[in-house]
């Protein structure tokens, strides 16, 4: 998934950072990468911390992905933080880059997540990606249970979405990856 983040930088990072007077030109790539790092590295720890659920709003679209969001709050601070510190780029500069990447970014890969037609990134690898083990990955199960009644992934009808919900996707309904994908308002 980094690669493919990585493409998504470049993609957006034209303005923000290859025109930028402000990033000297034998930085860009280190910029690009490290906004990767950056958005990689902090969607990582919102789950790590337990916020899963946060994770969940960017991508089932309760949220919006712009400045009001926490998670991009976070991410620009966090990216900001570092550009400063690796690059030299003043409190201004980094903040501006961070606040036009961060939003760009997170906006396209949700976007191509929900995307039936577009394979580049799937909501489960990305799940995966980030979550890095399966007591990660339960507790974004936990934040699915907790949120599945109103997404309609009771697939048994039985009041509680659970493993038996999986069981039933994965015979049918493109098996987890459409469980998932259903959570997060894929088709």
């Known amino acids: 998934m980094f690669e493919q983040l990585t493409q998504l930088v470049k993609q957006y990072?034209?303005?923000?950072?290859?025109?930028?007077?402000?990033?000297?030109n034998e930085h860009n790539d280190g910029v690009i990468n490290e906004t990767s790092s950056?958005?990689?590295a902090g969607l990582q720890k919102l789950v790590s911390e337990g916020?899963?659920?946060?994770l969940a709003g960017l991508f089932n679209g309760t949220t919006p992905i712009d400045s009001s969001n926490p998670v991009v709050q976070?991410?620009?601070?966090?990216?900001?933080?570092?550009?400063?510190?690796?690059f030299g780029l003043s409190s201004?500069?980094?903040?501006?880059?961070?606040?036009?990447?961060?939003?760009?970014?997170?906006?396209s890969l949700v976007n191509k997540a929900k995307d039936p037609n577009d394979s580049s990134f799937q909501i489960s690898d990305i799940i995966s990606s980030i979550s890095g083990n399966s007591g990660?990955?339960?507790g974004i199960m936990e934040t699915i249970n907790k949120y599945g009644m109103q997404f309609g992934l009771d697939q048994n009808n039985d009041g509680k979405v659970d493993v038996t919900d999986v069981l039933?996707?994965?015979?049918?309904?493109?098996?987890?990856?459409?469980?998932?994908?259903?959570?997060f308002g894929s088709k």
């Open 92 to 107: 201004s500069d980094s903040s501006g880059v961070a606040s036009s990447m961060i939003p760009q970014v997170l906006n």
């Open 38 to 40: 950056s958005i990689f």
């Open 168 to 183: 039933v996707v994965t015979k049918s309904k493109g098996g987890i990856a459409g469980f998932i994908g259903k959570l």
């Open 136 to 138: 990660q990955a339960s």
């Open 74 to 86: 976070q991410l620009t601070q966090q990216l900001s933080g570092n550009l400063g510190e690796k």
């Open 51 to 54: 916020n899963g659920e946060q």
């Open 13 to 24: 990072g034209g303005d923000a950072i290859v025109n930028n007077s402000a990033v000297p």
